[in-house]
């Protein structure tokens, strides 16, 4: 592997290793999570304007469901700048 290779995944293990030393008593919470809690601390009779259609059974369905969308949608971004950068550089020749 290159040394720029190597330094730029050192460093994103670093992005992803260095919170979780530094913050090992955090709370790591959904922003949706953290919204009801401000809500409910300014307004506490607040009612919710509709309900979810269906919940997931428990979190680690919803992680699945969440990482199946992010990478359904990486893929397509994926294929889609690929394909239209390698039309582009087919005209080119």
């Given amino acids: 592997m290159k040394k720029q290779n190597v330094i730029l995944l050192l460093f994103v293990i670093a992005l992803a290793v260095v919170p979780l030393i530094i913050h090992t008593d955090g709370i790591f919470s959904g922003a949706d999570e953290q919204l009801v809690g401000i809500v409910k601390g ?6 919710p304007w509709f309900n979810t259609i269906w919940e997931p059974p428990s979190g680690e369905v919803e992680s699945f469901l969440f990482a199946v ?16 950068r390698g039309r582009n550089a087919s005209r080119t020749e």
């Fill in 69 to 84: 969308q992010a990478g359904l949608g990486a893929g397509f971004l994926g294929y889609f700048f690929g394909y239209y």
């Fill in 42 to 47: 300014v307004s506490p009779d607040y009612e």
